[in-house]
């Protein structure tokens, strides 16, 4: 289990986005590249989708501040649940300035940058991270006050078993706040300038079909998901990311990694024509490069669900 934004993103060679391992001994130097590209395409996210993420965020802490479990002051411990590299950890920590957020994902790699943020951000005696792998139960983190987790239930073996074991170690009126992706992320006009127009519904249908066939429970809807492991839901709302020709620096970097992450995974699957169209546009040297477009569009919607015990 990972932080996954990236259920937006492809999961490479047929596994879930971003999955990572706790221990890198034994692995191949294309698995360990993989999760070190993958971490770079989160760290992206946050950077250039930054509004979607205090949006998110703030929404979640407002909750927070009117749950009985904030009664008698901050909460003392919130969980980043699949943190990948921690623009949710950080994030909360900066909102929630008393209490303790622990980051817990299944890579080492990832939680390293996490422990390096907090250092850099100035939270680093409020934050810890927990290597674990939820499919393999919960670690020790009773009792919890906020859990937030973005992008990384779909990714469980079973969620509807870690959603009950997370109600039973939260405190009575506690939260948990579930962001999941409702349209996933968009970057190319229909007719990007090369090949047949459709390109990324095509690439993004493939997508489909193999996330179905790997992650059973992706496009679920996760407040019946909750609702049928205890919880209660407060809030459901989709925070719309639509941004035309961004101005941001690194969009153009965060459209090539995750178009790249679709190369690794997908060209097998992909016709002739559109393979040729994928190739150009990872071609920093060429007329159609990701990097240099100027009209990237982006727009998706995440939807988060908030749920209390």
């Known amino acids: 289990m990972s932080h996954a934004q990236h259920g937006d993103a492809p999961a490479p060679a047929g596994h879930a986005a971003h999955h990572g391992h706790a221990d890198h001994d034994g692995h191949s130097h294309d698995d360990l590249a993989s999760e070190v590209e993958g971490a770079d395409l989160l760290d992206l996210d946050g950077d250039v989708l930054r509004g979607y993420w205090d949006a998110a965020l703030d929404r979640v802490t407002a909750a927070l501040a009117s749950s009985p479990a904030d009664e008698q002051g901050a909460p003392a411990r919130v969980v980043d ?27 080492e790699l990832a939680l390293a940058r996490v422990d390096a943020k ?6 680093g005696d409020r934050v810890r991270t927990v290597v674990a792998d939820l499919d ?19 990714h469980l073996a079973d969620p509807n078993r870690a959603l009950a074991d997370l109600r039973r170690i939260t405190r009575d009126g506690g939260l948990v706040a579930v962001a999941e992706f409702d349209e996933p992320l968009r970057f ?3 007719d990007p300038g090369l090949g047949r127009p459709g390109f990324e519904g095509r690439a993004l249908g493939v997508l489909s079909a193999v996330h179905a066939e790997v992650l059973p429970t992706i496009g679920a809807s996760w407040g019946e998901v909750l609702g049928e492991a205890g919880w209660t839901v407060v809030d459901e709302h989709d925070v719309v990311i639509d941004e035309r020709s961004p101005d941001h620096p690194h969009a153009g970097r965060y459209a090539r990694a995750w178009f790249d992450r679709l190369a690794h995974g997908l060209t097998d699957r992909l016709d002739a024509e559109d393979h040729r169209t994928l190739t150009a546009l990872l071609d920093d040297d060429g007329p159609h490069g990701l990097l240099h ?17």
């Open 293 to 309: 477009r100027t009209d990237l569009h982006l727009h998706g919607i995440r939807t988060v669900t908030i749920a209390r015990r």
């Open 81 to 107: 649940l699949g943190a990948g590299t921690g623009t949710g950890t950080i994030g909360l920590a900066r909102r929630l300035p008393h209490a303790e957020v622990v980051a817990v994902d299944v890579s």
């Open 118 to 123: 907090a250092r850099a951000a100035g939270v």
């Open 188 to 190: 190319l006009p229909d």
């Open 136 to 154: 393999a139960g919960w670690p020790d983190l009773d009792p919890i006050d906020l859990t937030w987790a973005s992008m990384s239930l779909h």
